[in-house]
């Protein structure tokens, strides 16, 4: 009995093979063989990592995104593999065995998840949707699980993200990625420029959770329609938990329309929207109804327009508490948390106030990179941000000297590593015109919630050298009158942008005055 092979028969040449030794039960790769060349075999661990897979080609053939799961094939549909995020607790053997999990590599594997609702998914890289604007007549993507057969198992987009899903169908109800759940878990994955519409129970990632499904780590950016009711940015009606998570785009409904969630019973914490809500009745900038909810540690900054009972958090408490939440009362143009029902534990903040951490109490928050807190927030410049979606990034203030050029200059600074120049904005300061040394502050910098979590370290310095310029006194010749003549003045070379000689202090002439020849 081996890992790899039962009974090497013929002596075979075996290269560049591996078994994971934890949940085959053996230790032994070949079962007539205690020691074959060319086997190798690997722990659980160890199987995440292409670098121990000697021989694979993972720019082409092999895969594994980018560490998270076991070896899979590009080519091959239907691969079914270990999730790095869903390991078994205590030790791994063969009666401890992880979940397999089938990977998704394009948008139409995607679409074949509704053949089996009760496997386990995860996304491969990111996912281009754009075809399904012109599937089924221009309907898009099918729902995966409806009422008749709710999706169950978990899906885990591993940090990818799904571009460009279309679904237009506004007569159906349970619309969204997963047409209807039922105690699944769908974590890790984001929706951009979405395009969903339905009529009934309308989500970005879910139309309708029941049986406490959950949404965790997960960000939807869209548009989302119900024509009829429960609309929501992540999903439309919901039974379970939504955690570290958020939404923006657009959302909008006849009734029940929210940021976040259209009808939330259960529990929504460390999450919070920006997308602008639209409705007739129970519009709320984070939930449009409150069914038996608990709303804790989060925020709704979007602009909520509803014609009855819209508020800047939540469109009707119906039952349920918050706590420690909040919203934006300027942008969301509501001066109410709740358009009805309780507004105990909901507190609006002007735009400043939004962007101070003092203004978050209850929260697991701070303005500093990599401490590992819930939020970041980038005071001054943010609102907060769920770290959980920031690349950290170590920034250090340079220490440069340069010479005076007669213009403002400024200091630099620099990453140990390579990052996007459009998710970094304002600029560090510290320097001047004139020469000296000047302190670098970097507390200028910031970014945004798909950006990084900067890391930074003080102490750069700028110095600014004195330029060189040469200075000649003037000569003059004229011819004896018996009075005392002089000549004076100097020219200057080197002067830098234009400058003229009145920029020098301390420079005079002596001498060069006489009366006889």
């Excluded at 807190?373 to 920034?395: D, N, S």
Aim: no cysteine.
């Amino acid at each position: 009995m081996g890992g790899l092979i039962g009974y090497n028969h013929a002596s075979g040449t075996l290269t560049d093979a591996y078994w994971v030794t934890h949940t085959s039960g053996t230790i032994t790769g070949v079962g007539n063989e205690p020691s074959p060349s060319g086997v190798t075999g690997l722990t659980t661990a160890q199987m995440f990592d292409a670098a121990n897979f000697t021989g694979f080609d993972f720019a082409g053939t092999w895969a594994n995104a980018d560490d998270q799961t076991t070896p899979y094939l590009r080519a091959l549909a239907g691969n079914r593999v270990f999730n790095k995020n869903d390991l078994p607790t205590g030790t791994l053997d063969a009666t401890n065995r992880p979940a397999l999990y089938t990977v998704i590599q394009n948008v139409e594997q995607l679409q074949a998840m509704r053949d089996d609702v009760t496997a386990n998914y995860l996304l491969g890289n990111p996912i281009d949707a754009s075809a399904t604007a012109s599937w089924n007549g221009g309907a898009g993507f099918v729902p995966v699980g409806n009422g008749a057969n709710r999706y169950t198992g978990s899906f885990d987009g591993l940090g990818y993200l799904i571009d460009s899903l279309s679904i237009n169908r506004p007569s159906m109800d349970s619309v969204g990625l997963f047409g209807e759940t039922s105690g699944s878990q769908v974590s890790n994955v984001g929706l951009i420029n979405a395009s969903i519409k339905g009529r009934v129970s309308v989500g970005g990632l879910i139309g309708a959770a029941v049986y406490e499904s959950r949404i965790s780590h997960s960000s939807v950016h869209g548009n989302i329609v119900a024509t009829s009711e429960d609309s929501g940015g992540l999903v439309g009606n919901m039974t379970g938990i939504i955690e570290h998570s958020y939404s923006s785009g657009g959302v909008a409904g006849d009734f029940t329309a929210g940021g976040l969630a259209g009808t939330a019973s259960g529990q929504i914490i460390n999450s919070y929207s920006i997308a602008n809500v639209e409705g007739l009745l129970d519009t709320g900038g984070l939930v449009g109804k409150l069914n038996g909810a608990i709303v804790s540690q989060s925020y709704a900054t979007g602009l909520v327009n509803g014609e009855l009972a819209a508020g800047g958090l939540v469109g009707y408490l119906s039952s349920g508490t918050v706590t420690n939440s909040y919203w934006n009362t300027e942008t969301s143009g509501q001066t109410n948390g709740m358009g009805r029902g309780s507004s105990t534990g909901a507190t609006g903040l002007t735009n400043a106030q939004m962007m101070q951490a003092d203004s978050f109490a209850g929260w697991d928050i701070d303005a500093q990179g990599g401490t590992g807190t819930v939020w970041r927030i980038y005071e001054g410049y943010t609102a907060p941000l769920l770290r959980h979606f920031l690349t950290a990034l170590e920034v250090t203030g340079d220490t440069t000297t340069t010479t005076y050029n007669g213009t403002e200059q400024t200091g630099g600074w620099s990453t140990t590593g390579e990052y996007d120049t459009d998710r970094i904005f304002g600029q560090a300061s510290g320097g001047g015109r004139n020469a000296g040394t000047y302190n670098i502050d970097m507390r200028g910098l910031y970014s945004d919630q798909q950006g990084y979590d900067l890391i930074i370290t003080d102490g750069g310095t700028l110095t600014i050298n004195k330029a060189q310029a040469t200075v000649t006194a003037n000569s003059g010749t004229t011819t004896y009158n018996g009075t005392e003549q002089s000549v004076s003045g100097f020219t200057v070379d080197g002067l830098v942008n234009g400058e003229d000689a009145s920029v020098l202090s301390g420079v005079t002439t002596s001498g060069g005055k006489g009366t006889n020849a």
